[in-house]
Structures are given as C-alpha cells and as structure tokens.
Nanobody, 124 residues
Framework: QVQLVESGGGLVQAGGSLRLSCARSGRTFSSYTMAWFRQAPGKEREFVAGISWSGFSRIYADSVKGRFTISRDNAKNTAYLQMNSLKPEDTAVYYC?????????????????WGQGTQVTVSS
C-alpha cells in the first residue's frame, strides 16, 4: 500500500508564492511518475504538472507554464510544486498523484495513488 501526504497549502495574495510537498511512503516500485492535479469548486479535477522518475521529463498545463515548477527528490520519496505569480484562478484543492507508468499522463485514470489534497486559496 502506498500513501501520499501533501503539505504546504494555504492562503496567499495574488502575485505571491507557495511550495507544495508530497511525501510518498509504503511499497516502493522501481520507478514511478508523480503529478499534481487540482480541483476547484464545481469543476472537474484537472492536470497541473507531471514529472518522470528521472526528473528529465516534465509536463505542465498551459495555464501554469512559466509560473509553476515541479520537481522531485527520489532519495526522500518527495515531490514538490513551486508555485509563483499566483492568481485567484489558481484557487483549488491540489492533489498529489503517483503512477506506475513510465510516461507522464495528463488524465486522472493514469495514476494509482492519490493524496488527500491541500487547499490553496489566492486572494485578489
């Protein structure tokens, strides 16, 4: 069994920054992708960013390109999402996800494990 625990969410003013962390524990596979999704009230859960096991491959949603950076530390089994220049439309619950596929996928069905989510609120 794998557990994912997010942290780092909170309330920030527009233009500010937050750094989310996702700690992975439990059964360890040889490699796995990590991703961040978000879900705003009344909306579908959407892909934000994903990173391959090596870290060489990263994919971002168009809405966050140039503002968000995903990274990972495999020695610590932790993934990060650095969010800069935050906008009110970034307000959502952010979820960490882990998948056993070798490539990054941008749909929720591509991931096997999910965290409980952390709230990010950006005020205008």
């Amino acid at each position: 069994q794998v557990q994912l625990v997010e942290s780092g969410g909170g309330l920030v003013q527009a233009g500010g920054s937050l750094r989310l962390s996702c700690a992975r524990s439990g059964r360890t596979f040889s490699s796995y992708t990590m991703a961040w999704f978000r879900q705003a009230p009344g909306k579908e859960r959407e892909f934000v960013a994903g990173i391959s096991w090596s870290g060489f491959s990263r994919i971002y949603a168009d809405s966050v390109k140039g503002r968000f950076t995903i990274s990972r530390d495999n020695a610590k089994n932790t993934a990060y999402l650095q969010m800069n220049s935050l906008k009110p439309e970034d307000t959502a619950v952010y979820y960490c996800a882990s998948g056993q596929k070798s490539t990054i996928v941008v749909v929720t069905t591509g991931y096997d494990y999910w965290g409980q989510g952390t709230q990010v609120t950006v005020s205008s």
